[in-house]
């Protein structure tokens, strides 16, 4: 996905996202994922292993040269030019085929991508995957077969269990993600990326764009905000009133 | 598609504003698709919730009050939905409203909209409005190949109207099946309050506000007399001064209330993009040069220590002589 921080334009010809110029990074929120894996494999210390699954074009494998270097184990690379255009229902479906292939105990999402802004795949994929759904966690422990996280809602949290193999989603406050060392990058070169086309998947629905359920018919550009009036304040009594009288205009008082 | 489900999210059986938009609008489109408007509610409380489900324009309101936490409502909404035949789905664009929502797309394969701020129909089919990229573009998707959608509704944009409409209540029979999730316990750590989401005015702080304190204190009095919610941008998330749960922008939420007041927010790209299709954006500034001076209505350079106070009481004062 594009860089978080660039701003983003659209080419008006295409309707597309304009990608040059811009560095492609690992989603944020991804490696919360990653590193929630990667401590969870260290305190375990049991000969558990941590693999990266990502559905991505081909350019995407720097990406996830970086996941491996972070420390993961091993990666799956789900790329086909016939998976392009799958909606949110087709990239679960997708996905969960592929995670299905290598028999997790236990599957961690991050909570959304900043590109597309959509919190939906951790719960599909444990539909699709039979699995129990735990989303929002902002803290995760294994013990006895079962995961327990605590749960973020709008006021607290909630502290809840399910037997595994699950998926947990994991938010930002779960944790810190490491950098990669250069030990890390230097080995992550070896590291094995098993490709996956849509063949390999053995699915029987069509995904990609024709099957997909949510059919992207129109993107448009809105109006820009137009700049407004910029008001100098010499005091907090005028500035106060200039709001006032302005809120008051748009009937807001 | 032809009948209009609303997933109502409660808590032991008070019902989210968000929940009720989401009945007020089933109703609407059901009547441009020529079917019913029903309305699911699960869960520990839900009965509560039904009664108060009476004063939505509704023709069902299918009712279990087993407590199986998400398992519960997911399930629920699928022996509703496959009871009724072809279906829209709405619920709320909040976390448990997602994750139902996006379970029951899971479930039954069918496509799921998220953020969706206006509805199209046309001939039985369904198309849904929502910005992307932060409002920079406004995307239109049909939801298709299936008997069934999802499409969850960006709150605070569709109106919540009490009629006199008076749904049937059905029981949802049990089916037998234990929670997969076990809830241990559920800690408050907050007051309930007004989420920025649901907020009709929010008054946001950022780098400006130089440390936690205004949140609570000046800003928070501000958001209080208009009867709003306290907002912040991700530099006074990150340097701890509020909760993440505030946070407007592109790693936090991405809202539209009817009033955003910016204060100490120089404006960044990340910030933008949560607030930018806000209906009116006031901007409190040391700097007339910040990059909100581009997109706010109005923008007052001065102190906001000496400008928030005031304002605070004059906003009282005007919804006292209101009242």
Known sequence: MPDTNADKRIDPATKRLVRTGVETVLNPFDEYAIEAALQLKEKLNDGSTVTIVSMTPATGKEIVRKALAMGADDAVMVSDDALAGSDLWGTAVALAAAIAAQGPDLVITGTQSTDAISGDLPGMLGEKLGFPSLTYARTLEVADGRVRVQRETETGYMTI??????????????????????KGIMGAKKKEIKQLAAADLGLTVAVGTDGAKAQLTDVATPPARAKGQVVNAADGAQGAQTIITFLKERKFL | ??????????????????????????????????????????????????????????????????????????????SVAKGAGASLVLVGNTMVGRDVGSRFAARVDCGVNADVVDFRVEGGVVSCVMPKLGGLVITTCTLTGSDFGVAAIRPNVFAAKETSGAGEIVQIPSNGKASTVTVEDEVEEAAAELGVEEASVVVSGGRGMGGPEPFTTILKDLADAFGGAV??????????????????GQTGKTISPQLYIAVGISGAIQHKVGMRTSETIVAINKDGSAPIAEFADLLVVGDAFAIIPELTKLVRDAKAAHA
């Open chain 1, 161 to 182: 269990s399910a037997a595994l193999p699950a998926v947990v989603s994991v938010t930002k406050s779960a944790n810190e993600p490491r950098y990669p060392s250069l």
């Open chain 2, 1 to 78: 598609m032809q009948n209009v489900i609303a997933f109502i999210e409660h808590k032991h059986g008070a019902i989210r504003r968000s929940s009720l938009e989401a009945a007020t609008q089933a109703r609407t489109l059901a009547d441009k698709l020529g079917g019913k408007a029903l309305a699911v509610v699960a869960g520990p409380g839900a009965p509560n919730a039904a009664e108060t489900l009476k004063k939505y324009p509704l023709d069902a309101i299918h009712v279990s009050d087993e407590d199986r936490f998400l398992d519960g409502a997911v399930d629920a909404l699928e």
């Open chain 2, 231 to 248: 907002g912040a941008s991700r530099a006074a998330v990150d340097a701890g001064w509020v909760s993440h749960g505030h946070q407007v």
